[in-house]
């Protein structure tokens, strides 16, 4: 199975480094020298990482055969793909990957069914699953503990408790204002 561990961003310097927007839990193991990753588009590679350092909270990575800026330049927006086994899991006990959670059926923890997850969009502020329901729309569900209570891969559902408003019309709206005028 194919994974996208990272987009590789701007050239950094004239000896050949780029710096990348990091799209793995686990860059240590996904981006570490000597890791061969396929790329999307395939013409710009496989490509080997020879060096990775942090410098300013960014990423930056040098593959072997790229030694100057113009060279790291053409690789702009490409993105780096790792071949991981279906089968392996992510360290943390309540972390997945992407390929997990895709297709569950998500429903609440009443049983009523929403629909099923489709997509995975990852902010910067937290990870949102995208659902789609049986209607065909859409409904974006934040990847919380306090809403997405259970994962159960072997059912192949995620339970949610969702506040009101998320999935539904019926949002609870409080204001003061409402109590002043029926003071």
């Given at each position: 199975m194919q994974l996208v561990v990272a987009r590789i961003g701007r050239a950094h310097g004239i000896k050949g480094e780029v710096t990348v927007e990091v799209r793995?839990?686990?860059?240590?193991?996904?981006?570490?020298?000597?890791?061969?990753?396929?790329?999307?588009?395939?013409?710009?590679?496989?490509?080997?990482?020879?060096?990775?350092?942090?410098?300013?909270?960014?990423?930056?990575?040098?593959?072997?055969?790229?030694?100057?800026?113009t060279a790291a330049e053409a690789l702009r927006n490409t993105l780096l793909i790792a071949e991981i086994d279906p089968e392996e899991l992510p360290e943390g006990e309540d972390e997945y990957y992407d390929h997990q959670l895709i297709d569950l059926d998500?429903?609440?923890?009443?049983g009523q069914q929403v629909?099923?997850?489709?997509?995975?969009?990852h902010l910067p502020t937290q990870d949102l699953f995208v659902v789609e329901r049986p209607d065909g729309s859409e409904v974006f569900v934040p990847f919380v503990q306090e809403i997405v209570t259970e994962i159960d891969l072997e059912e192949q559902r995620a339970v949610i408790d969702p506040p009101p408003g998320l999935i539904d019309d019926r949002a609870e709206i409080a204001s003061t204002r409402d109590q002043e005028e029926g003071a």
């Open positions: 793995t839990d686990e860059p240590e193991l996904r981006l570490a020298p000597g890791a061969v990753l396929a790329t999307e588009p395939a013409s710009a590679g496989p490509l080997t990482i020879e060096t990775g350092r942090v410098h300013s909270g960014r990423l930056l990575l040098r593959f072997e055969g790229v030694r100057d800026r998500v429903v609440t923890r009443d629909g099923r997850i489709t997509e995975i969009s």
